[in-house]
Nanobody, 117 residues
């Protein structure tokens, strides 16, 4: 059974930082590209960042380039998202999934990120 457990979200002031983690299980993590998505209230889910299985190819949405960094630890079956210089428009539920441009599996519960003063 495939499972994603996201953590690390919270309330942060504009300009602050958060590090999200996603622990994955139920599939061969080291062979799968992984991606972070987010969904803001009233908006469609959007792809934020993706990383290849070996971690050598990375892509970001234009809205987060230069501020967010995706990484992975294949020994821990975990993918991370370091978020710096956060803006109110980054407020959303963040979720991870396998795959590059579209999700392979059902979603986990996600982690809420709220950027507000």
């Amino acid at each position: 059974q495939v499972q994603f457990v996201e953590s690390g979200g919270g309330l942060v002031q504009p300009g602050g930082s958060l590090r999200l983690s996603c622990a994955a299980s139920g599939f061969t993590f080291s062979s799968a590209a992984m991606s972070w998505y987010r969904q803001a209230p009233g908006k469609e889910r959007e792809l934020v960042a993706g990383i290849s299985s070996a971690g050598d190819r990375i892509n970001y949405a234009d809205s987060v380039k230069g501020r967010f960094t995706i990484s992975r630890d294949n020994a821990k079956n975990t993918v991370y998202l370091q978020m710096n210089s956060l803006k109110p428009e980054d407020t959303a539920v963040y979720s991870c999934n396998a795959g590059t441009y579209s999700p392979w599996y059902s979603w986990g519960q996600g982690t809420q990120v709220t950027v507000s003063s």
